[in-house]
């Protein structure tokens, strides 16, 4: 086994041990609790959360593998707080992409526009080329093509949050406000993780 999967191991180990430790300083403060509002319990609460968060994260990169529980969503503090029935829902996208062929994303650009030419040395007009495929072609054919592109994947998560009616295109001026956490209904996180082989010690 390799130096680097061996700590990748510990380290899921160290997370996992952590939550145990965050679920007794959370029993603790429950069970030693007298009032309702009890700010060392709100405190107890957030550090298993971050906690669970934590090594729910490293159990996939290392192991490819989840937890059955589930922290957003279940009432507690920092979970959804919007309305019942939302008037209106914003879709917050991001996908990262690397850029693993320049060429044949400068190939493909050309064909959508031709003014790009092919005179510019190799490595050049990269920038131009993104704006030219990223004109032409929706995010979800982007996405499906993206080797096709010269693309490769990354992470990509999608919010859906509870927003306000608004007129078409009010909201250009501005439109990657942080989102409020509070008013998220749910996430979808795709996280592609590149798995190298164990070296020889």
Known sequence: MS??????RTEVRE???AVKAAIDRHLEAV???????DPAVFAAYEELAAAAIHYDQLLYEVYDEVTPFE?????GPGSYQGPEEPEAISVLMRRDYRIA????????AERVDSSLG???PDGQ??????GAVFGEYEPDEIAARAEEFGLEEGDATIWVTATDPTDPGEWLAEPFDSPDPHLLLCRFDVSEVYDEEDGLD
């Open 3 to 8: 130096d680097a999967a061996q700590l990748n």
């Open 15 to 17: 997370a996992a041990e």
């Open 31 to 37: 069970s030693s609790t007298t009032t309702a509002d």
């Open 71 to 75: 922290v957003p969503g279940d009432g």
């Open 101 to 108: 062929d320049p060429r044949r994303l400068r190939a493909q």
């Open 118 to 120: 092919s005179a510019e």
């Open 125 to 130: 007009g990269v920038a131009a080329a993104v």
